[in-house]
């Protein structure tokens, strides 16, 4: 009785201490492994938030990639030990993500092109923007999609796809503005007259700036009027003030000192051939 249990003994006991060994060794591999993911997640997060040039969002996200991916090939190194053939999981992995990346198609484009724009950063949080056929403030960018508040306090809601692939313009990345506006005056009106009236109002205007100069200059001649060309220079957070504050002040300057602004008009000259 006793040799047959010593023999039973000795013929599970390399299988057992294989096993064993094996556990121990899977379990060293996922303590290594969630240490060395959970390491390289933190020192990516760490390079995005040490270089303020840097977007943080684009770096959690890249953290969190590398993470599942090393967790990914943790996991396939463990079952591996225990003899499992690993071989086809992988491939059935690359056949699944295959299979998800076709149906996310528009998914994927648009996060290719929130990683794009986290990278060169045409814009950031708090620039005014005009990008996709939408104007306002960006108050949030995500791997996703871009949020912009505009002026009557609407959320705007654009997949990160439809601004990459188009015109942006970014009304907040120069700290000076130049602020277009044009003024017409009648053609019997002195110009020098109405170029100082213009001058006197930008003048006293507590947000433009007197350095650059404003540019004051006749554009065009019109059919019925004379147009001037006005451009003052202002720090871009009063950008619309004077936007908006500029044409009724110059409109009531040009009242006072009897300046005409002429509306559109033709000269119809009528040829009496009886006479």
């Known amino acids: 009785m006793n040799f047959l249990e010593d023999l039973d003994i000795n ?24 240490w060395i993911a959970s390491k ?20 959690r996200f890249l953290g969190s990639m590398v993470r599942y991916v090393i967790l990914a090939f943790v996991i396939i190194a463990v079952l591996n030990r225990f ?23 528009g998914t994927l484009s ?5 990683v794009m724009l986290l990278i060169f950063r045409p814009y950031k949080v708090g620039d005014f923007i005009d990008a996709a056929g939408c104007f ?13 508040q505009t002026f009557d306090n609407q959320q705007i809601i654009i997949p990160n796809s439809q601004i990459w ?41 507590p947000n433009i700036l007197k350095t650059p100069a404003p540019f ?30 500029i044409p009724e002040q110059i409109k009531k300057a040009l009242d006072e000192n009897n300046i005409e602004i002429p509306f559109p008009h033709r000269k119809v000259i009528i040829v009496n051939e009886n006479a």
């Open 11 to 34: 013929q599970y006991l390399p299988a057992a201490i294989a096993w064993g060994t094996n556990i121990l060794l899977a379990i060293f591999i996922l303590l290594i492994g969630f």
């Open 40 to 59: 390289a997640n933190k020192v990516i997060i760490g390079i995005g938030g040490n270089n303020k040039h840097l977007d943080d969002t684009l770096f």
């Open 83 to 105: 003899g499992v053939q690993t071989a086809s999981i992988v491939a059935l992995l690359g056949a699944a993500g295959l299979a998800v990346g076709l149906a996310l198609q």
């Open 110 to 114: 648009n996060l290719a092109a929130g």
């Open 136 to 148: 306002g403030n960006v108050t949030d960018i995500d791997m996703f999609t871009t949020i912009l």
């Open 165 to 205: 692939g188009a015109q942006i313009v970014n009304h907040s990345h120069h700290e000076v503005r130049g602020v277009d506006m044009h003024f017409g005056i009648a053609y019997n009106e002195n110009i020098d007259a109405a170029r100082a009236v213009i001058d006197g109002v930008l003048n006293a205007h």
């Open 216 to 245: 004051v200059e006749v554009e065009t001649l019109n059919d019925s009027s004379v147009d001037f060309l006005v451009r003052p220079f202002c720090q871009g957070e009063h950008y619309f003030d004077v936007l908006y504050s």
